[in-house]
């Protein structure tokens, strides 16, 4: 089966800083979805990436799929508080095949404190 | 703005007892899913819904969960009995069109249920 890994699992920056969290694939990614989560809440959809190479902005998120399609990354500029939270990827998960099943398989997430 | 449904948003239990888990998706989604998830982990598919048809629940316990849209609308998940590693919790999304491997088809997600099991 499809897994993910996300580093850093946590990270601590300081307001105004730039950031990156990563998110490798064991397989190759069919489609690559960047969510963020406040604690306790639901997901909010961020980006998604299909093509290799793809490289998607909103507002001061930059999300990348690498060339392979193995590996994603998001980058924050100049952090603000109200970017703390996790951020999830997921992605279309081969194991589900026809029928319409797009269930997606998700990292664990990586943890962002804004410090003031 | 059109927005996810999901009742109760807490839920303490003893093991053993049975507990249901309310969806309302946005108005006009086809697609249901219902994930699980543990703290510290990302979520986990139990269930996918094509309007009242179910595509996907090869992750669903079956011998304790069961899942029903009846009219293609609103979704209940069900625990029958609770355990304690059921502890976690309960996101409902939708999603406006059918799905497919590879194809870009965004799901909202709702504010999910937290479930305690004592």
């Known amino acids: 089966s499809q897994e993910l890994e996300q580093s850093p699992q946590s990270l601590i920056v300081q307001e105004g800083k730039n950031l990156t969290i990563n998110c490798t694939s064991s397989?190759?990614?069919?489609?690559l979805y960047w969510y963020k989560q406040k604690y306790g809440e639901g997901l909010i959809f961020l980006m998604m990436?299909?093509?290799?190479?793809e490289e998607k902005s909103h507002e001061k998120i930059t999300a990348k799929l690498d060339e392979k399609k193995q590996q994603s990354s998001l980058h924050i500029t100049a952090s603000q508080p109200s970017h703390a939270g996790i951020y999830l990827c997921?992605?279309?998960?081969?194991?589900?095949?026809?029928?319409?099943?797009?269930?997606?398989?998700f990292g664990k997430g990586t943890h962002l404190i804004i410090q003031p | 703005e059109a927005e996810v449904a999901q009742s109760p948003r807490y839920k303490i239990t003893e093991k053993s007892q049975a507990v249901a888990f309310w969806c309302d998706p946005i108005?006009?989604?086809?697609?249901l899913y219902w994930y699980r998830q543990i703290l510290g982990q990302g979520p986990e598919l139990l269930v996918q819904?094509?309007?009242?048809?179910?595509?996907?629940d090869s992750q669903l316990p079956k011998d304790r969960f069961s899942a029903e849209r009846l009219k293609g609308v609103d979704s209940t998940l069900k625990i029958q009995p609770a355990e304690l590693g059921d502890s976690a919790m309960y996101l409902c999304?939708?999603?406006?069109?059918?799905?497919?491997?590879?194809?870009?088809?965004?799901?909202?997600f709702g504010p999910g249920t937290r479930l305690t099991v004592l």
């Open positions: 999304a939708s999603s406006f069109q059918v799905g497919g491997r590879g194809r870009f088809n965004e799901q909202f």
């Open positions: 397989k190759t990614l069919y489609g």
């Open positions: 990436l299909q093509k290799g190479g």
């Open positions: 997921g992605a279309d998960d081969p194991r589900y095949s026809g029928g319409g099943a797009d269930g997606l398989t």
């Open positions: 108005s006009g989604h086809a697609t």
């Open positions: 819904f094509q309007d009242e048809s179910v595509v996907d």
